[in-house]
């Protein structure tokens, strides 16, 4: 028996099991609603609010499986979404998040106006730079009680990474027990 195989063999099966149960949390965050129209002197302008920082998920993440699901209290009249981080280049946020552009000038990845009165969106998240966007349909959005956004992420193993990692423990395993 050789101990240095079975050990390897046993420890990547061992990461890959973990790997595959993965691991979830939730939070939740407020953010201030975005009043349509925007601006009471351009009643047809509803203007976006954006968050001022990218959200980077690196390549390295593409050996994981990531999944978030995001809610909103006030789904009725806002809509929430996810955009490519190259969008701020055309519409770049102000001090408090508030853009000059409206969604329609936006590259929606999820989410977005057709997400009103839903109960919420599932993201799959892959390698790149993201920014949230959000906004309002009508003045009936509730500016004064902000938008509690809840979120629940799940990240895992890739089945792919899993499979190769599985065969690879299992032959190390097999070279370890020298039949």
């Known amino acids: 028996m050789r101990i240095a195989p079975l050990l390897i063999g046993i420890i990547l099966i061992l ?61 009725e009249s806002t ?15 102000d001090g408090q998040g508030l853009t000059s552009c409206e969604a329609d000038e936006l590259n929606f990845i999820t989410g977005g106006t057709e997400s009103v009165g839903e109960d919420g969106l ?4 892959e390698p790149g730079k993201y ?10 959005a509730n500016s004064v009680a902000g938008n509690i956004v809840s979120y629940e992420y799940d ?12 065969l690879f423990g299992t032959g190390m395993l097999f070279v370890g027990i020298e039949f």
């Open 15 to 75: 990461v890959t099991i973990v790997g595959l149960i993965g691991y979830s949390g939730s939070d939740d965050v407020e953010v201030p609603v975005v009043p349509c129209p925007t601006n009471p002197l351009e009643p047809d302008k509803c203007y976006v609010g954006m968050t001022k920082a990218d959200l980077s998920v690196p390549t390295q993440f593409s050996i994981l499986s990531i999944e978030i699901s995001i809610e909103w209290s006030q789904s």
């Open 79 to 93: 809509w929430l979404g996810v955009i490519p981080s190259s969008d701020a280049t055309e519409c770049p946020p």
């Open 122 to 125: 599932e993201w799959k998240v």
């Open 131 to 140: 920014r949230l966007a959000t906004g309002s349909v009508s003045s009936d």
């Open 155 to 166: 990240a895992r193993l890739n089945f792919l990474v899993a499979s190769v990692t599985i």
